[in-house]
């Protein structure tokens, strides 16, 4: 038995939400925080919520990298978040499947793969999760889906390059702006 306090999760997406989506960004040299983000942990852990990252990771499946050189950059997308703000996340899950992917291993229809809640039912198995607390934090309507899925709040940041969910719970247009979010989300 997981003898952790059960705690809400943040779900974060990781490109544009942690960093800058340039395309399949998974060089350390193309890490580029963006701005608010570190503001927007600190609050978060600060509330006492989980830090969970959850990506579609499609490039592994199309090639484009490997599983090694994602890890690479998590750890220096982890190393930076602890360089600035001395804790890094809880944990990173992501999908490397892509049914129209080239490397047959990773070239499949799953049940990890956002709009689907596979990632968050993988992280409920690993934490001690306040579901009626927790938040999924994403840039993309899919991401927003996911959470719906999984019954919880999805709040959209919002930017130009995707369309805006139908009806997420909140949007931001940066994490540094989540405080007066999260005081009326579950009010």
Request: negative net charge.
């Amino acid at each position: 038995m997981d003898e952790r306090p059960e705690k809400p999760a943040a779900f974060l997406d990781r490109d544009g939400v942690l960093n800058r989506d340039h395309g399949y960004v998974y060089k350390p040299a193309d890490l580029e925080i963006l701005p608010g983000v570190f503001e927007g942990l600190r609050l978060l852990k600060a509330r006492g919520y989980w830090l969970i990252v959850i990506t579609n990771q499609s490039g592994i499946a199309r090639g484009l990298f490997s599983l090694a050189e994602l890890e690479t950059f998590h750890r220096s997308l982890d190393g930076q978040i602890k360089a600035a703000l001395g804790f890094g996340l809880d944990a990173y899950y992501f999908c490397p499947h892509h049914p129209q992917g080239s490397v047959p291993a990773f070239a499949v229809d799953c049940a990890c793969r956002k709009p689907k809640p596979g990632l968050l039912e993988q992280a409920g198995l690993d934490f001690p999760i306040d579901w009626t607390r927790s938040v999924l934090l994403g840039d993309k309507p899919s991401d927003i889906d996911c959470a719906e899925a999984q019954g919880i709040k999805g709040v959209q940041i919002v930017n130009e390059q995707y369309a805006r969910h139908r009806q997420p719970a909140g949007s931001l247009s940066s994490l540094k702006d989540l405080g007066p979010l999260l005081d009326v989300l579950w009010t």
